[in-house]
């Protein structure tokens, strides 16, 4: 079979040895589909045998006796593997794409970070490396398991990181079916209630009566985690409020700090009426070349939480422990000053509850009331606030001394 052209081998209606002009041999199956001739190739020999070429054109004449058009099937097929190769991703391949695209949305990098640290160390060692589309009930199981019970507040949020970015692919075409890591009516049949099993620990805070005593220590204490939990706790901010602030954020002769949405947990501009205590602090802090933070860190950057955290400690360790929550014995935090601010604004002055919820930029329900931050209400912050400062600069005897009864005579 030299000369160029069908050469017809038998086994099979229709199969062929084509030679082609260069000496190249192929193999060819003739068939006739819904009328029309078509002439679909089966591999060259000698890679394809003859015995290879009668098994395959048995499969494709048997469609093309059926109806289907072998040629249009195999492209199909081709097609479809094709799709197949490339929505074969990882789920670490997705959580990467997953964060990239959304953490323009979110409030800091911060919260980018703890998006990548959560998933590497708890769902990246089971199921990272698999394809998105076989991660099933199961292995959501296999990583929530070993932490449902001793990281729950953890492992709440890995399952609803799960579920976003299993929801994600399956929108992308990765995957189909229900999401395995979906809570309602699905896990909460399987595991109990994060409620159930982690009752919430509030930050440790100081006793109203022990706030003053506090301060006066911390003002003997230099550096700027120092100065900026004073700063903290003269504005009852959050921690990472104050830590991320910026000068140009504040007017000192007004007397008002503005903090853009982006560094709000409400993620609503936030204006803080500055009491002279807090002015006077600000004008006492160097301005440090090359950065806008109020309060940098000694080797750039935004100072930690757990900066603030240490002056606590420090502070405990040289005072007896001193400086603790009498409700369970742990140190006073950062963040817990919120908590004793609240308490004076309750248990001390008779300013309004929605005053000193939004002096905290907590979400009010009125909406009539919350039109007025910039008006009226504001100023009845700054009221509060600067009576808060006269508060703190007079220490009340300490909580710890118990009063004796004298004997009598």
């Known amino acids: 079979m030299r000369d160029p052209g069908l050469h017809f081998v038998g086994g099979v209606a229709g199969l062929a040895l084509q030679v082609l002009p260069s000496g190249g041999r192929t193999w060819v199956l003739r068939a006739t589909v819904a009328g029309k001739r078509r002439d679909m190739g089966l591999g060259g020999f000698p890679d394809v045998t003859l015995a290879g070429a009668r098994e395959a054109a048995r499969v494709a004449r048997a469609k093309a006796d059926s109806g289907i058009d072998p040629i249009e099937d195999r492209k199909e097929n081709r097609a479809k593997l094709q799709v197949m190769r490339e929505n074969a991703k990882t789920f670490d391949e997705c959580a990467k794409t997953y964060i990239e695209a959304h953490e323009a949305g979110w409030r800091n990098m911060k919260h980018a970070q703890q998006w990548r640290n959560s998933l590497a160390t708890h769902a990246g060692p089971i199921i990272g490396a698999m394809l998105v589309r076989e991660v099933g009930l199961r292995h959501v199981l296999a990583v929530l398991e070993p932490i449902w019970r001793t990281k729950t507040e953890t492992a709440t949020r890995v399952r609803s990181r799960m579920e976003s970015i299993l929801g994600w692919a399956t929108t992308k075409g990765y995957r189909d079916g229900p999401n395995p890591a979906r809570w309602k009516d699905h896990l909460d049949n399987l595991l109990p209630p994060p409620g159930k099993i982690a009752k919430e620990k ?101 100072l930690s939480d757990g900066t603030l955290n240490a002056v606590i400690k420090r502070m405990n360790e040289a005072d007896d422990n001193r400086w603790v929550d009498p409700k369970d014995g742990r140190s006073a935090v950062a963040h817990g ?20 919820e939004m002096a905290l930029a907590h979400a009010i329900g009125d909406k009539v009331e919350a039109a007025y931050r910039r008006g009226e209400l504001f100023e009845k912050r700054r009221s509060m606030m600067s009576k808060w400062a006269s508060f703190l600069a007079k220490p009340q005897s300490d909580a710890r001394v118990i009063p004796m009864q004298s004997k009598r005579a």
């Open 202 to 302: 509030h930050h440790p805070a100081l006793p109203v009566e022990s706030v003053g005593a506090f301060m006066q220590v911390l003002r003997t204490h230099g550096g700027n985690g120092a100065r900026a939990l004073e700063f903290v706790i003269l504005t009852a901010a959050r921690s990472g409020e104050a830590r991320g602030a910026i000068w140009s954020e504040l007017d000192l002769g007004e007397g008002v700090w503005t903090i853009p949405p982006a560094r709000m947990k409400m993620e609503r501009e936030h204006r803080v009426p500055l009491s002279a205590a807090v002015v006077d602090l600000l004008k006492a802090l160097p301005r440090e070349v090359g950065t806008d933070l109020v309060f940098p860190a000694p080797r750039g950057g935004e």
């Open 337 to 356: 000053f919120r908590s004793t601010f609240r308490d004076w604004t309750s248990e001390r002055t008779s300013f309004p509850r929605d005053v000193a």
